[in-house]
């Protein structure tokens, strides 16, 4: 009883939060945040596991515990942490600086300066309950081990985002063009006699397969100074076809002719939502990647907002700004914008670790790989000096936590206008 007291209290807090309006969309984002770290975590330990290499703990959170289990059987003591913002899983032979390296008798003691009495107790009994338990390390196995342990947990955040996008395609339906558009008020088409909802059937000859397509046929129009030719008809009787030519203008925006596709929601078979999933993965992947190159920019941006007020679309958010997007979207999109936002969130989660800097899975991949091709090129044993990847180890992590906190304040002095 004395060890659920904390978690039993917290518990209670938590429903208060969660029960209240002004705070519940925050608490849900830092609950659905720690869900894709736990999926992350998993996917490194599920991996260890089947190298069977020790892990001696499975945390959800950081700080002082909550909640533990003993790990008699399992060998894994999975435990609960005050702090939600975060989690890890102890690996052995993986340390945070330079994995593969054995802890020496000080850095033994530095490791288990949290262990108390009972917890000692408890190793004392998983020893005596499993003698014949035999564990490996991680600095003892092979490239390709590593290397699949180290990336397990990205992967596991790219498939749960993945998952997620085909679950909302495969309940939620897709949009899709549904070949009517409508005029825009004293627009070219609209001068031109186009009604409200009439079929788009062909421009200059050709169908549209997508409405998104006919974007660069106005610009291509307007470059050449021509008109564009489109097939028409009214929605209920499309055999009754005629030909409309429609002289682009220019704007500040760009060439318009003054039209907007209408959109509707059509339900797909499974085989259409994976392929929809992959596309949408693809996107968001690609979009998440793109924004690493602004991170430098954001310890400049983020002092400057701070201090001016002045809004950017690329500002790095906070768990905070993230509860604000998600709610905002909720009540103009419903479920499916906030869902979708946290798969693009497990996503980035996924490729922000995959960078090659430590104490990220993307360095232990990198070691890793680099010790030994270095060791077969040279026929000597290759690693990377401890000190220096120590050193790295602390100024990246330093970094981190400046974006974080400046994240953070910005969130909450100069909350961002959602559009």
Same mark, same amino acid.
């Given at each position: 009883?004395?060890?659920?007291?904390?978690?039993?209290?917290?518990?209670?807090?938590?429903?208060?939060?969660?029960?209240?309006?002004?705070?519940?969309?925050?608490?849900?984002?830092?609950?659905?945040?720690?869900?894709?770290?736990?999926?992350?975590?998993?996917?490194?330990?599920?991996?260890?596991?089947?190298?069977?290499?020790?892990?001696?703990?499975?945390?959800?959170?950081?700080?002082?515990?909550?909640?533990?289990?003993?790990?008699?059987?399992?060998?894994?003591?999975?435990?609960?942490?005050?702090?939600?913002?975060?989690?890890?899983?102890?690996?052995?032979?993986?340390?945070?600086?330079?994995?593969?390296?054995?802890?020496?008798?000080?850095?033994?003691?530095?490791?288990?300066?949290?262990?108390?009495?009972?917890?000692?107790?408890?190793?004392?009994?998983?020893?005596?309950?499993?003698?014949?338990?035999?564990?490996?390390?991680?600095?003892?196995?092979?490239?390709?081990?590593?290397?699949?342990?180290?990336?397990?947990?990205?992967?596991?955040?790219?498939?749960?985002?993945?998952?997620?996008?085909?679950?909302?395609?495969?309940?939620? +339906?897709?949009? /899709?063009?549904? &070949?009517?558009?409508?005029?825009? $008020?004293?627009?070219? @088409?609209?001068? !031109?006699?186009? #009604?409200?909802?009439?079929?788009?059937?062909?421009?200059?000859?050709?169908?549209?397969?997508?409405?998104?397509?006919?974007?660069?046929?106005?610009?291509?129009?307007?470059?050449?100074?021509?008109?564009?030719?489109?097939?028409?008809?009214?929605?209920?009787?499309?055999?009754?076809?005629?030909?409309?030519?429609?002289?682009?203008?220019?704007?500040?925006?760009?060439?318009?002719?003054?039209?907007? +596709?209408?959109? /509707?929601?059509? &339900?797909?078979?499974?085989?259409? $939502?994976?392929?929809? @999933?992959?596309? !949408?993965?693809? #996107?968001?992947?690609?979009?998440?990647?793109?924004?690493?190159?602004?991170?430098?920019?954001?310890?400049?941006?983020?002092?400057?907002?701070?201090?001016?007020?002045?809004?950017?679309?690329?500002?790095?958010?906070?768990?905070?700004?993230?509860?604000?997007?998600?709610?905002?979207?909720?009540?103009?999109?419903?479920?499916?914008?906030?869902?979708?936002?946290?798969?693009?969130?497990?996503?980035?989660?996924?490729?922000?670790?995959?960078?090659?800097?430590?104490?990220?899975?993307?360095?232990?991949?990198?070691? !890793?790989?680099? #010790?030994?091709?270095?060791?077969?090129?040279?026929?000597?044993?290759?690693?990377?000096?401890?000190?220096?990847?120590?050193?790295?180890?602390?100024?990246?992590?330093?970094?981190?936590?400046?974006?974080?906190?400046?994240?953070?304040?910005?969130?909450?002095?100069?909350?961002?206008?959602?559009?």
């Amino acid at each position: 009883m004395r060890k659920l007291l904390p978690l039993i209290l917290s518990s209670v807090v938590l429903a208060g939060l969660i029960s209240a309006e002004a705070s519940r969309s925050l608490i849900l984002t830092v609950l659905a945040l720690l869900l894709m770290i736990g999926i992350h975590e998993l996917g490194h330990f599920l991996m260890a596991k089947h190298y069977k290499v020790e892990t001696p703990e499975f945390s959800l959170g950081f700080g002082p515990k909550l909640f533990q289990t003993s790990g008699l059987r399992t060998g894994t003591k999975f435990t609960i942490r005050m702090i939600p913002l975060g989690g890890f899983v102890k690996i052995k032979g993986l340390d945070l600086a330079i994995e593969g390296d054995e802890p020496s008798a000080k850095d033994a003691g530095n490791l288990t300066s949290e262990t108390s009495l009972e917890d000692s107790a408890i190793t004392e009994q998983t020893v005596k309950a499993k003698p014949d338990r035999e564990y490996a390390s991680y600095g003892d196995l092979k490239t390709f081990p590593r290397v699949l342990i180290a990336g397990a947990g990205p992967f596991a955040n790219i498939f749960s985002g993945f998952l997620i996008l085909f679950m909302v395609f495969m309940f939620a +339906g897709q949009t /899709e063009w549904s &070949s009517k558009v409508n005029p825009v $008020a004293e627009s070219p @088409a609209a001068k !031109a006699g186009l #009604e409200e909802g009439m079929l788009l059937l062909e421009v200059n000859g050709e169908p549209l397969k997508n409405f998104d397509e006919l974007r660069p046929l106005v610009e291509k129009a307007a470059l050449a100074g021509k008109d564009l030719e489109l097939k028409v008809a009214p929605s209920e009787d499309p055999s009754k076809t005629r030909l409309v030519s429609i002289e682009p203008v220019t704007t500040p925006q760009g060439a318009r002719i003054g039209l907007e +596709g209408v959109y /509707e929601k059509v &339900s797909v078979s499974p085989l259409t $939502a994976t392929v929809s @999933a992959f596309g !949408a993965t693809g #996107e968001i992947s690609g979009a998440t990647l793109q924004s690493f190159g602004k991170l430098g920019s954001a310890f400049i941006n983020i002092p400057k907002q701070l201090i001016t007020g002045e809004s950017s679309a690329d500002r790095v958010v906070s768990p905070i700004g993230v509860a604000r997007v998600a709610e905002s979207s909720t009540k103009e999109y419903g479920w499916i914008a906030p869902v979708g936002l946290f798969a693009a969130v497990s996503f980035f989660i996924a490729f922000f670790n995959l960078l090659p800097l430590p104490p990220l899975d993307g360095f232990h991949i990198f070691q !890793a790989v680099y #010790e030994s091709v270095g060791s077969k090129i040279r026929r000597r044993p290759v690693a990377l000096d401890k000190g220096a990847v120590r050193a790295f180890t602390g100024l990246v992590t330093v970094c981190v936590l400046l974006l974080g906190v400046g994240a953070l304040l910005l969130d909450i002095l100069r909350p961002a206008v959602m559009p």
